[in-house]
């Protein structure tokens, strides 16, 4: 029994990609690269626009003006929060699908010894 076992462990080993060269290789760092190119605008777009709204209505008035009927700008701009937060999210889980499937690329090529 305890030969099975190593066998299997051999064998999980021989299907294991070498992650250090996978680190180092250069489609691996042309992902990362992409990926920060994508999050890194998103998060700061994010930050800016949902911050610009509490700090808006502490030191300005602009956002209390009526926009729609009884509706102020505050509210629209409350609202618009909402809808950035879904449309950011899709956006970001169909993006990180194409990551996954690059990476699993990235590691079948190593697997193969490429």
């Known amino acids: ?4 076992q190593s066998s299997a462990a ?4 021989a299907a294991e990609p070498n992650w250090s ?3 180092h290789s250069n489609e691996f760092k042309s992902l990362l690269s992409a990926k920060k ?3 890194v605008p998103n998060v700061i777009f994010f930050m800016i626009f949902y911050l610009t709204l509490p700090v ?3 030191y300005f008035t602009f956002l ?3 926009a729609i009927g009884a509706l102020n700008w505050a509210y629209l ?8 937060t ?3 999210c899709m956006t970001y889980s169909k993006k990180a699908n194409k990551f996954d499937e690059q990476a699993e690329q990235i590691k079948q090529q190593a697997l193969r010894g490429k």
């Open 64 to 66: 209390n003006e009526k």
């Open 10 to 13: 051999k064998r999980q080993e």
């Open 37 to 39: 190119k994508f999050i």
């Open 77 to 84: 701009f409350a609202f618009a929060q909402f809808i950035m």
């Open 1 to 4: 029994m305890a030969g099975q």
């Open 21 to 23: 060269a996978i680190a």
């Open 56 to 58: 808006s209505t502490a």
């Open 86 to 88: 879904w449309v950011l």
